[in-house]
Structures are given as structure tokens and as C-alpha cells.
């Protein structure tokens, strides 16, 4: 059954495992965000310090010794920096260079964030580097700048960047993993229960769900469902058992009714008025014998018990020997009856087939009989996807789309067949058949005539 | 020829009692399951007529132990239920023939007669024959007067289960389960209809009709 296929996505324990999977997500996005600026303050904090501490080393230099002398320092730290994580850049009277591996600097007093962009570097720069923490200052008539790469928040970053994808990978992982597994347990188990309904929906009340032995809230539902299958089944039970009884004393009067007109339509002495009117009396004994017979057919059916005597099919072997059947009573009646199969020969269903006969019978009858000028009745069965559509179209008056559904309620007749003979009960037969056997029936209008649908799943 | 009956309705087994003295049988009635089983367990009997439903013992298992203590008799099961899973188990239950009340005694005349003349199982027949009218069940060619006849699958299997009852009355409703395996009453006249063609291939032209029409029950075929 395709329309029961386990679809992940419509399962509910597989979308608390996605929506958990993305709160976890978005826990994670925040957590990397706040450790990755905590970090970069640390370490901004840090290099500041460090330059605070280098400046004060500097400024000293060229209080107590000279520019001269600052200068010559830092030419000789210069040197050494090819790494470009510190800046150095001493500049004289009309911002001359005097010394530093920086060619080119934004000159300011204090501290700022200076983009790797706004540096003209004497080396290249080893690492990823954005931007340096510097810090600038006024000596005498020039500046001294000093400057920190931002290359360990970088590092930090893509540690960070990492960690958080290895740590949502594998939590995705672990989660759609659980999520899967709960998501198919659950499912295995919902589907147990709708399963169960549908075989108690199609009249099996003996029916029951296996019951788990955890406490959790799908086994509550599956006792609450078995408790009332129970009552439902020992309702319908002592209904049936009555409708039993009652058809039981009333076949018998019946019985005897039938008795007494047979023996009296028999007696050669009767006037011919009376001989008429038991006649008459006789028939209608006959119409009230066979609606209770369809009744009793269909209550039956419906209790789902024939389900038992179900049987692999061959499609072909059944429509063509109903066409067999019925070909010569259709011409008979001025009609025509054909068949059309679009079926592979070997095609099978799970069915009754003295049920399935009579119901196809059922149809082709009321076809041949609503039909008054001669009609073509096609009797057809093809394949569509999965399944088997079974139809019966005739180019009769058809059936008017308001009285449609309504034809297959119990006793129901179209307005202008009230006059004609029958029980009302036919299409009410056809569908406890139809019922029976899992099949949808739809009758659609053919343009003209009726074309009743049977879809086997 | 003895026929027991079993059955609780009083009504009804008189009335079934005195059709079939009429028709020239011997009947016994008995209304209680029990005594139905003891008493058709003797032997005495060529046919048994038993209601499903009765005080005692219920008709299924009455032809139950009757199959399993390996008494043959032809049994013949009444029901009142008339549901589709009642025939069924009547059959699976081990009767020859099932009939649904209410009946008409026309019906039940009939089946007593097909089941009491019918031919040991054993005895394998290859040819029928009535009259000038030969049917070969194994090269399944009909012929009348020398004459070949052609008929269609379903007229074949008619006029065979016609000739295996030759002489008997054969009523519409053993003809519909017999020939098409349909057990339910059709609205429209399925069986008038293939009769008619196939009376139309074996009599028409011929002089001799075998083929009757018995008003108000049904067909039989034989040569008058």
C-alpha cells in the first residue's frame, strides 16, 4: 500500500529530533560567537598591554638617551621583526622616517584597530593577519607608532570555527540518528494501530493491537483503542446475534406464508378473480423474501466474516466469464456487451470470486435494465500505478450527480425507477462488496450514461 | 424410496411431508437434533432433509458426525439464515445440496429428485447420450442425428449437466449454481437466455424437442 509508505518527514518524532537538532544549532552558533569575541578581547587586551609596556620602554629611551638612540633601537628591532607581528614606526620633524618595518602608517596619537589595508609593510606578512592593535604617540616633532597583527584571533577564530563544525557534524549525526530510529519505532508502532483500525474500520472487531510493555503514552492510546474494540465488538456481537434471531422467526412465518400461496394458487377450484389476486399475493410474498434476503446479505458482508474464504484471483478468468454470462442477456434486451481488458492475463486480486461475480453481475443487470433504447455496455479493467480500475459504462440515462451518493444507501431509489421492480438494495449489495474487498467505487457521469469505477488497491 | 426430515417447525415439516408423499416418497419427521442423528445414522434411509437450526443439535454438526461416521446418504440442508457463508459450511459441512428458506416446495421436489437419482461418483462416464442426441465428454463434440452441432464452452457445460439429469426436473436456481457457479438471483433472465440458444442449436432443427420448460419451476430434458 503505497499511501502508507513510512515517510520520515510526517513523523513526529523525527521532527522533534529536527527541531531539536536545530535549537542545538543555533546554541552552538551562539556559543562559538561568544567565545570567539571573548577571546579576541582577551587577546586584544593583551597585545595593548604589551604595547603599553614596550611604548613606556621607548619613551624612557628617549627621555634619558635621545631620539638618536631610540632610533638606533628600533632599526635594530626592525631587523630582527621579519615576522610582521609587531609594527615599528619612528618618524621625525614633518613625519620623515626615521626607523620602523612599516614603509607607510596612519600617524595618530593614542589607541586604534588599524586595518591590514592602511599598511605599506617592509615584509610580508606571515600568517592571516587582518588588522593591527597599535598604539601611536608624540615624540618631540614626530610619532612613534607600535602595532600587534591580530593573527593569534585569527587562529583562535578558525580553532573555534573548527571545533564547532567537527561538534555540530557529529551531534547532527548522533541526532538525525536517534531521530531515525525513534522516528521508525514510532512509526512501526502508529502504524500497527492504524493497521488495526483499518482492519476493525473494514468489519473485523475481533481484531487486536499488540500491546508493549512500557508505560509511555502510544501504549495508553493502543490499551484505550483494545478496550474499545472489546466493547465495540460485544455490541455489534449482541446486535448481530438479535438481527440472527429475528431473521430466524421471521423466516419461518415467511415459510409458512409461502406454504399457504402455494397450496392455494394449486387448488384447480379457485375463481379466477382469486386465482389473480393470490397471484398477486404470491409475487409480492416474493419481493418481501428478497429485500430481506439482500438485508440479511449485506448486514453479513458488512461483518466482514466472508474475508475468510479470500482467494488469489485471476481478473481476466473473472470478467470474462461475467461477459460470457451476460453478452447474450444484453442482446437480448437490444443492447450490446463488450469487453475490454487492458490487463496482463495472469493479473491476480485477493478476493471472493462468487462475490466479486455478483457484484459485477449487479452492475451489468442495472445497466441492462435502466436502459430502455439499446445502449453499449463496456465492461473494462485496466491498470493505473498500483492499481486495478474495474469499470462498467454504459450509454444508458445515467444516474443525476445530486442522486449520486445517495444510491448506495440502503433502500434508496431514483425518483423515476420507484415504478420498476427491485429491492432498492443493489448498489447497497454492490457496496458492502466493494467494502469488503478494500476497493473504492465512484460513479461518474460518461457522457452519456453511467460509469460506475472500481479501484482495487 | 425413504426419506427422514429432520426439522422443528411443525408448519413446515408437514407441509414438506405431505409434498413429498404426494410425489410418492416415504417421509419420516423427527424435530429434535438428537434423535435426528440416532435415527439417521441407521441407514435406513436414501435421503435426509435436515434444518440447520435445531433444539438438540445444530444441522452442521449433525452432518458432521453423520460424514465422519462414514454414512454416505444423500443429505439436503434447509436454513433460515440464508446468509452468503451459510452455504458454504453447509457444503464444507459435508452436504450435497443446500436450499435457503423460505422455498417453494418445487424447488425442494426437484433437488430430492437430482439427489436421489444421482450416479455413483465412481462410475466414469465418457459418453451421454438421449435419444439421437450424443454428447462426448472427452473429444466434447455434441451431435444430433449424426449431425455435428457447435456449441459455445458455457452451452456444453448446460446441455451436459441437462443430460446427466435426463428425466429430472431441473430448476433455475440449480441451474444458475450448476452451470455459471451463480448463487444469488440474478434480475435479468440469464438462464432463459442461454437456454433459449442453446435450444435453438439442439431442437430447433430437429423435430424431436428434448428440451421442456416446466411452468413455474423450470426445465427439464428427456424424450417424450
Request: net charge neutral; glycine share 8%.
Amino acid at each position: 500500500m503505497s499511501r502508507n509508505r513510512f515517510k520520515f518527514r510526517h513523523s513526529s518524532a523525527f521532527r522533534l529530533a529536527l527541531q531539536l537538532s536545530g535549537i542545538f544549532l543555533i546554541s552552538l552558533i551562539l556559543m562559538a560567537g561568544i567565545a570567539y569575541f571573548q577571546s579576541e578581547k582577551e587577546i586584544r587586551k593583551r597585545a595593548y598591554r604589551d604595547l603599553q609596556d614596550l611604548q613606556k620602554s621607548f619613551l624612557t629611551v628617549s627621555q634619558t638617551q635621545g631620539i638618536d638612540r631610540l632610533q638606533q633601537q628600533i632599526e635594530f628591532l626592525s631587523m630582527g621583526a621579519k615576522s610582521g607581528e609587531t609594527l615599528y614606526y619612528l618618524t621625525g620633524p614633518d613625519n620623515q622616517f626615521l626607523a620602523g618595518n612599516v614603509n607607510k602608517i596612519p600617524l595618530f596619537d593614542g589607541r586604534r584597530d588599524i586595518p591590514l589595508s592602511q599598511i605599506e609593510l617592509k615584509m610580508k606578512v606571515r600568517g592571516d593577519v587582518r588588522k593591527y592593535f597599535s598604539l601611536g604617540l608624540k615624540i618631540g616633532d614626530g610619532h612613534l607608532i607600535l602595532g600587534r597583527s591580530d593573527y593569534e584571533v585569527e587562529e583562535i577564530g578558525e580553532v573555534i570555527l573548527n571545533a564547532f563544525f567537527a561538534g555540530f557534524g557529529i551531534s547532527l549525526f548522533l541526532t538525525l540518528f536517534v531521530a531515525f530510529l525513534s522516528a521508525y519505532r514510532v512509526n512501526m508502532r502508529i502504524k500497527r494501530i492504524e493497521s488495526g483500525l483499518i482492519q476493525a474500520s473494514q468489519g473485523d472487531l475481533s481484531i487486536r493491537i499488540p500491546e508493549g510493555t512500557s508505560e509511555d503514552d502510544i501504549n495508553l492510546i493502543t490499551q484505550k483503542i483494545n478496550r474499545m474494540l472489546e466493547q465495540l465488538q460485544a455490541t455489534v456481537e449482541s446486535l448481530r446475534q438479535v438481527s440472527a434471531d429475528m431473521a430466524h422467526e421471521l423466516k419461518t412465518p415467511l415459510q409458512r406464508l409461502y406454504q399457504e400461496l402455494e397450496e392455494l394458487a394449486e387448488q384447480s377450484d379457485l375463481p379466477k378473480q382469486s386465482a389473480v389476486r393470490v397471484n398477486k399475493a404470491f409475487k409480492e410474498a416474493n419481493t418481501l423474501i428478497e429485500t430481506f434476503q439482500a438485508l440479511l446479505r449485506i448486514s453479513q458482508l458488512e461483518s466482514g466474516e466472508r474475508r475468510q474464504g479470500f482467494k488469489d484471483l485471476n481478473v481476466t478468468h473473472l470478467l470474462t466469464n461475467i461477459a460470457e454470462i451476460y453478452a447474450p442477456v444484453a442482446e437480448d434486451e437490444g443492447h450490446q456487451l463488450s469487453l475490454d481488458l487492458a490487463i496482463a492475463d495472469d493479473l491476480t486480486i485477493y478476493g471472493d470470486f462468487g462475490l466479486l461475480t455478483q457484484l459485477l453481475a449487479n452492475l451489468i443487470e442495472n445497466s441492462v435494465t435502466h436502459c430502455k433504447t439499446p445502449c453499449k455496455i463496456n465492461l473494462g479493467a485496466k491498470q493505473e500505478g498500483k492499481n486495478l480500475i474495474i469499470s462498467v459504462t454504459d450509454t444508458g440515462p445515467g444516474i443525476p450527480s445530486a442522486e449520486r451518493e445517495k444510491v448506495f444507501e440502503r433502500l434508496y431509489r431514483l425518483e423515476k425507477s420507484r415504478t420498476t421492480a427491485g429491492t432498492g438494495l443493489g448498489l447497497s449489495l454492490v457496496k458492502a462488496i466493494a467494502d469488503l474487498h478494500g476497493c473504492q467505487i465512484t460513479l461518474e457521469d460518461h457522457q452519456p450514461g453511467l460509469g460506475v469505477f472500481l479501484s482495487f488497491a | 424410496m425413504k426419506i427422514l426430515l429432520i426439522e422443528d417447525d411443525k408448519d413446515t415439516s408437514a407441509y414438506i411431508q405431505k409434498g413429498l408423499q404426494t410425489e410418492g416418497f416415504s417421509v419420516d419427521c423427527i424435530a429434535d437434533g438428537h434423535d435426528g442423528l440416532l435415527t439417521a445414522a441407521g441407514g435406513h434411509h436414501d435421503l435426509i432433509i435436515v434444518d440447520r437450526m435445531l433444539p438438540g443439535m445444530e444441522g452442521i454438526s449433525i452432518v458432521k458426525t453423520l460424514r465422519g461416521a462414514n454414512v454416505n446418504t444423500p443429505i439436503l440442508m434447509l436454513t433460515a439464515l440464508g446468509g452468503v457463508n451459510d452455504r458454504v459450511d453447509g457444503l464444507q459441512a459435508g452436504a450435497d445440496d443446500y436450499l435457503t428458506k423460505p422455498f417453494s416446495f418445487a424447488e425442494l421436489a426437484a433437488r430430492c429428485n437430482a439427489l436421489l437419482r444421482r450416479p455413483p461418483i465412481s462410475q466414469e462416464i465418457t459418453q451421454l447420450r438421449v435419444g439421437d442426441l450424443e454428447l462426448n465428454l472427452v473429444t466434447r463434440r455434441v451431435t444430433r442425428a449424426g449431425q455435428l452441432l457447435l456449441l459455445m464452452p458455457r452451452e456444453f457445460q448446460l446441455l451436459e449437466y441437462l443430460m446427466r439429469n435426463t428425466g429430472k426436473v431441473l430448476t433455475r436456481t440449480m441451474l444458475l449454481e450448476a452451470v455459471w457457479d451463480i448463487n444469488f438471483d440474478p434480475r435479468t433472465n440469464v438462464v432463459e437466455t442461454h437456454m433459449s440458444r442453446l435450444r435453438g442449436k439442439v431442437d430447433a432443427p430437429f423435430e424431436t424437442k428434448l428440451i421442456h420448460t416446466v411452468r413455474h419451476v423450470g426445465y427439464v430434458l428427456e424424450q417424450k
